[in-house]
């Protein structure tokens, strides 16, 4: 939210007393409220909550069975319904699970499949979808909101992986303004679109790492979001891989793995490093880029991003997976220091293996979408509005508007390419996410300085940071209505999202 927009709206409503002292007092955690720090009122995680135990050997999320007999085609059911964890000791902690797995199932595909997956809706009193992130399906088959699926319902999925689709895509519900919470509960997984022949050397293994965002209470419960994660974005007190606090995998020395890393939490942005192990970018959103990036030290993933990397172990030893610090912008006190968190560890040992094959020089093509004549604007906005001491309403929005299913934003062309330019002028960072496709980030203007891309990639997820805006090419292949938002999942819910109406 913009401060000033802010203020001028508390004023412009007459609002007084403890409401504008809240307001000017935004950036202090010790300020008082009636006697009740403000830090409390904004956020309702527990100062210390239950300790979840760490150091257990990574684990391998569980496959999703294939029940198709007949070669090229997949098919399963996904039941979404409630499901007990237990991630502290002696706490059961009541979340939703995709066939009582939470993260769900890994789906893994080839390119040029068929995949059929029935959906059953067993969560009690809400309606849901199963949304494939990032993939080219039929609009009809996406999961959106319009295509709710009742409680205790059900639906069948079903679409054609084309050739050249191989990627780490990932499936979460997509259900009016209840996508956070769902997400937050436990529903989210992987989908692997793997290439008949892939130019990556089997030797280097295939690991996903699913980042996902816990706030325990101390009962074990997982609080309701707050209203500083209504402005932020929900920022759990642990950050999970396949489900685990601080796994631990061990390698031996002269090991290099292939990981594969999802950002599925609702609102973190995860500035990933491995320390002194050499990181090569092989990948992003939408499969392997052209050549590999050699050389990189941390990569940014903003809420839904992916990436693809190959990290070297070349000694004995233990190295970190870390976050570093990243200034996304925040609202109002309560700020998480998410700087310096150990994530993962892994640990080299043993008899140091001498035969690596090399990564080839080239991966595969990535053509260039040219740019067009046809130019978008969409600019985030947000508000706020009090409705008396202590209630505020805040509205998210994309050009001005907040969500509406029953309007189309924009209408493009399938096929034809359109430079969007999306404009961030608020204060907070918002990854932008498009339906159906990857597009291909043109450049990034912030503070008066413009920057291309370091290398080609396709994406369907961009960080705009605030103050910046980004320019993407991009096309749909497929007609229908499809969706473009924020992908943190409390904005997206609260309306910063539109349509684009895709005709032939
Ligand atoms: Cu991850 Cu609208 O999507
Ligand atoms: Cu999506
Ligand atoms: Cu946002």
Redesign the pocket.
Known sequence: MNRREFLLTGAAMGVSGPALALMNTMDHDKSRMGGRPLGQMMRSAPVAGPVLPEGAPLRELPRLANMATADGRFEAELMAGAAKARFADGLDTPILAYNGESPGPVIEVAEGDRVRITFRNAIPNQASTI?W?GMPVPADQDGNPVDAVASGDGLTYEFTLPEGSAASYWY?P?VSRLTAEQVYRGLAGAFLVKPKVGPIPAAYGDTVLFFTDLRLAADGSLPADSMADRMNGRIGDHVLVNGQKQPVLTVQPGTRRRFRLFNATNARFLRLTFGDAPMTIIGSDGGLLAAPVQGATEILLSP?ERAEVVVAFEKAGSFALRTLSYDHGWMGPGRPDDRDLTLMSVEARGAALTEMPPLPQALRQVPELAASAVRRRFVFGESMTMGGPGSMTIAFMINGKTFDMARVDVEMRVGQIELWEIQNPTDMDHPF?I?GTQFQVVEVERNDRISRPAYRAWKDTINVARGATVRIAVRQELTGLR?Y?C?ILEH?DQGMMGIVDVVA
């Open positions: 949304h992130h979460h997509h839904a996410h339906h969706l938002h992908h997206e």
